[in-house]
């Protein structure tokens, strides 16, 4: 990740090269962010820079799969598309994006967003917003299964280096699906700080039970780190 002095790197993939040399000028606008990678294919690796901007629709194939397996290595990703229907919206956050920009809503949207994702940090479009709104479970954030999993094993007492090696990841990546576990729960207005904040969001939602959690005491997980 980019140093406190350094501008943070982002990378863009999309078909068609007009839409990737606009991004590049909205972005150069902007001295925090740094455009390295471009390309059509999303067959780019983890890490390529700190935030990739994805095209869900690239030569006519939809890509969610690729964001749940890039976002599931610990890039972040934010889903950009001219589709907007609030399926897609929530398909895209579902599968694991920090956040999805449809293609009119400008350079200022994109700039915030960009800047929201490299810091870990909520932010919502409108057209996010729209598809939230619109969703009858809007209160509950869809965290993708691996958010659910390492949240799960993370609230079992397991250390987060434990259930890193359980899941096969980096210890970096259990703190991605954490971090963004919480900013999802921030996007809909539940927001949970701290570790016994993110476990009673997740028993309310029904997304983990008491019984899986080992020595689950209510009043004596407040406080936990």
């Not at 590049?24 to 999303?42: F, M, Q, Y």
């Not at 899986?212 to 009043?219: K, L, N, S």
């Amino acid at each position: 990740m980019a140093s406190v002095t350094d501008p943070l790197t982002v990378a863009v993939v999309d078909d068609h090269p007009v839409v990737i040399e606009g991004i590049k000028a909205w972005l150069s606008e902007e001295p925090r962010i740094s455009v390295g990678h471009t390309g059509e294919s999303a067959e780019v690796q983890p890490g390529v820079a700190d935030v990739l901007i994805l095209d869900l629709n690239l030569h006519g194939t939809l890509v969610l799969s690729r964001i749940a397996t890039l976002a599931a290595a610990g890039q972040r990703v934010i889903a950009f598309s001219q589709f907007t229907d609030q399926r897609m919206v929530l398909d895209s956050l579902e599968a694991g994006a920090c956040e999805f920009v449809a293609k009119n809503e400008g350079r200022e949207h994109l700039v915030h967003t960009v800047l929201a994702a490299a810091g870990d940090r909520p932010y919502l479009t409108p057209t996010a917003a729209g598809a939230l709104a619109g969703d009858r479970d809007a209160s509950r954030p869809r965290l993708s299964s691996q958010e659910r999993t390492a949240l799960l094993w993370w609230f079992q007492s397991m250390s987060k280096s434990s259930v890193a090696r359980r899941m096969g990841v980096s210890v970096h990546t259990v703190d991605v699906y954490i971090r963004r576990a919480r900013i999802k729960y921030a996007q809909v207005g539940r927001s949970a700080p701290t570790k016994a904040d993110l476990l009673a969001r997740a028993i309310e939602d029904g997304l983990i039970r008491p019984d899986e959690i080992t020595g689950y005491e209510p009043a004596a997980s407040r406080g936990m780190l």
